[in-house]
């Protein structure tokens, strides 16, 4: 008699660890199907724009270099897409002279820690947003200068080339890249 709970006991351990075995698959496959269609979101960047008046390819030197960064669901089904912060969703990629310049620091390689990731994945600024089909919508800015994230020091005069990697997801995944933009940093 007395094996006839144990037996049910189990059971009802396994039956449960099954349920969260296959909860947390479906959770997964549900994170997924939220980005799918990823692939049919295009990053555009330019220089100047939005918020910040016109977009313009001349800069003088000390100037806050302002970069708007779009989205568009170039697909026939809505598209989502995250917000989360600056540092963990993009990656500028600026050459001056034809010369990769280097980060000013090393907060972007910090952000594939692990313990920061779980950071921003329990943030409360993460939001998962959608595009419609066809729709191009302005979505971020950054800027190079004494503001914001010090992504680069203070630009010299120089023709500078920018390309930004944009995570579509939160906190971590691949990343879409942008179109190449071109400025001038002038006296």
Known sequence: MRKMPLIVVLMATVLFSLQQSRSSTEQEKSQ????????????TITTGGGLYGPVK???KVGEVIPVVISMTNTGDKPAKYCL???????R?????????????????????QEDLILRCERSA?????QLQPKQTKVVDWL???????????ALPAGHYELVLQRRLE???????ESNNVAFEVVP
């Open 32 to 43: 997924t199907a939220a980005l799918a269609g990823a692939d049919v979101i295009t990053v």
């Open 57 to 59: 390819s001349q800069f």
């Open 84 to 90: 989360s912060t600056s540092l963990f969703q993009n």
């Open 92 to 112: 500028p990629r600026l050459k001056r002279d034809g010369q990769l310049i280097p980060y000013l620091t090393n907060l972007p390689q910090q952000t594939e």
């Open 125 to 129: 600024a993460k939001q998962l947003l």
């Open 143 to 153: 800027t190079f200068g004494p503001q914001g994230i010090a992504w680069y020091g």
């Open 170 to 176: 939160c906190c971590q995944g691949p990343m879409a």
